[in-house]
């Protein structure tokens, strides 16, 4: 089960004016399994999105790429459809080809260009997609479309996820009510690089659309970009932001205006909720693990040291066991790739426990006191550098036998 995440009541997830969304039973690689999404947006809606950096990225991501600059010339971006069970990935031009006719299909029934559509996939790579279940499954999709069905589409993205993710924040701009609705999927193959994860925000806020690029991928810096379950990059992460302008308050023109900062605060905070909602929820995760790195002489350095405690295996499997074997922690800081770094100056710290003071043990630091906070359900780990004034912190889980069981079992 997730590290102290529940999903929240569907009935407390705001609708978004402007957008609707259909589920449906496509049997795309099992029968009885909600796995075709389809959501629609209103006339004069502004798309934008950020994808992975996997240089073997998948075919949906390449025609979404494709389509993100073909639509504005079009009337834009009018639906998205997503399917699970199949990434359609390491599928060469057929996976183009088949991504591309589920777009066309979308876009038949709805009267629209397919580069209006924008096309997702999760599931197991190197699989042809079975584009007819989609096209069959598209009607029912449709005829399913409601603006109160986000968490109903937070269920239809799973893959490997044991609970649905969503979020929803409500918010005054103008004297009228914004809402910042969104939903994610991802529990392994997680460290983006912009897990397998797809996320999907929404809001009725009116915006200058030239802002929306800039505001998603900042978003994504701010949340999708500092969380890791096992490293692994994956083919087809993708993170969209979409704003309908259907609130009815004037036109933010810019981000550093008081309502500007309001929304990207609101954007930010449901982007880093569902994030670490794929932390908690990841693949045999006990723990949840924040990694603090303050002191650096820039934001970039502090990541790479955080990211090497974060990923390191025998790190993650310390935690699983309760183990205060915290030179594993420091010994990863020194191989992050810090040319200059000086130990000596290092402090490190499990949560209120002082452990390694210069670089070497705390005099006062007891093992009891390690252990204590790792047998806690969520910690953090501070790693003091003293070479700056820079921080940041990323999010992780640990590394448990259920995680080697999962991924051995995936396609079975």
């Given at each position: 089960m997730p590290v102290n995440y529940c999903t929240p009541d569907f009935a407390t997830l705001a609708p978004v004016a402007g957008v609707e969304l259909g589920i449906a039973e496509a049997g795309v690689r099992k029968a009885n399994r909600k796995d075709l999404v389809v959501m629609t947006f209103a006339e004069g809606s502004s798309v934008a999105g950020v994808f992975t950096r996997n240089r073997f990225c998948a075919a949906p991501v390449q025609v979404c790429r494709e389509h993100l600059g073909a639509?504005?010339?079009?009337?834009?971006?009018?639906?998205?459809?997503?399917?699970?069970?199949?990434?359609?990935?390491?599928?060469?031009?057929?996976?183009?080809?088949?991504?591309?006719?589920?777009?066309?299909?979308?876009?038949?029934?709805?009267?629209?260009?397919?580069?209006?559509?924008?096309?997702?996939?999760?599931?197991?790579?190197?699989?042809?997609?079975?584009?007819?279940?989609?096209?069959?499954?598209?009607?029912?999709?449709?005829?399913?479309?409601?603006?109160?069905?986000?968490?109903?589409?937070?269920?239809?993205i799973m893959t490997t996820d044991t609970v649905p993710k969503a979020a929803s924040r409500t918010l005054t701009l103008g004297g009228r009510e914004v809402h910042v609705t969104g939903i994610s999927k991802g529990a392994?193959?997680?460290?983006?690089?912009?897990?397998?994860?797809?996320?999907?925000?929404?809001?009725?806020?009116?915006?200058?659309?030239?802002?929306?690029?800039?505001?998603?991928?900042?978003?994504?810096?701010?949340?999708?970009?500092?969380?890791?379950?096992?490293?692994?990059?994956?083919?087809?992460?993708?993170?969209?932001?979409?704003?309908?302008?259907?609130?009815?308050?004037?036109?933010?023109?810019?981000?550093?205006?008081?309502?500007?900062?309001?929304?990207?605060?609101?954007?930010?905070?449901?982007?880093?909720?569902?994030?670490?909602?794929?932390?908690?929820?990841?693949?045999?995760a006990t723990k949840f693990i924040a990694v603090q790195v303050d002191g650096g002489r820039t934001e970039d350095e502090c990541r790479q040291v955080a990211y090497a405690i974060a990923h390191s295996p025998l790190v993650k499997t310390a935690f699983f066991a309760s183990d205060p074997n915290l030179g594993r922690i420091l010994a990863a800081?020194?191989?992050?790739?810090?040319?200059?770094?000086?130990?000596?100056?290092?402090?490190?710290?499990?949560?209120?426990?002082?452990?390694?003071?210069?670089g070497g043990r705390h005099p006062g630091y007891q093992e009891a006191d390690g252990q204590r906070v790792m047998k806690q359900a969520e910690i953090t780990v501070r790693v003091h550098l003293h070479r700056g004034e820079a921080s940041t912190t990323v999010w992780t889980c640990d590394l448990s036998h259920d995680y080697v069981s999962i991924n051995a079992d995936y396609r079975s």
């Open positions: 639509a504005p010339t079009l009337g834009g971006v009018r639906a998205v459809v997503v399917n699970t069970g199949n990434a359609n990935a390491g599928t060469g031009a057929d996976g183009l080809a088949r991504a591309r006719r589920t777009c066309a299909a979308l876009a038949g029934q709805l009267g629209l260009a397919p580069q209006q559509v924008l096309p997702f996939s999760t599931g197991v790579i190197m699989e042809t997609l079975p584009v007819e279940r989609i096209e069959a499954g598209l009607p029912a999709a449709l005829a399913d479309r409601s603006p109160a069905h986000w968490g109903r589409a937070a269920e239809g392994g193959m997680i460290r983006p690089n912009m897990a397998t994860m797809l996320g999907f925000l929404a809001t009725d806020a009116v915006v200058d659309p030239a802002l929306l690029q800039p505001l998603v991928s900042a978003a994504a810096d701010a949340s999708f970009n500092r969380i890791t379950i096992d490293g692994d990059t994956s083919t087809n992460d993708s993170f969209v932001l979409v704003a309908t302008h259907q609130a009815g308050h004037a036109r933010i023109d810019s981000l550093d205006s008081a309502d500007g900062r309001a929304l990207q605060a609101a954007v930010f905070d449901v982007a880093r909720e569902l994030a670490q909602a794929i932390v908690r929820d990841g693949e045999g800081v020194g191989y992050a790739g810090i040319d200059d770094l000086d130990q000596g100056l290092i402090d490190l710290f499990l949560d209120d426990v002082h452990v390694a003071r210069q």
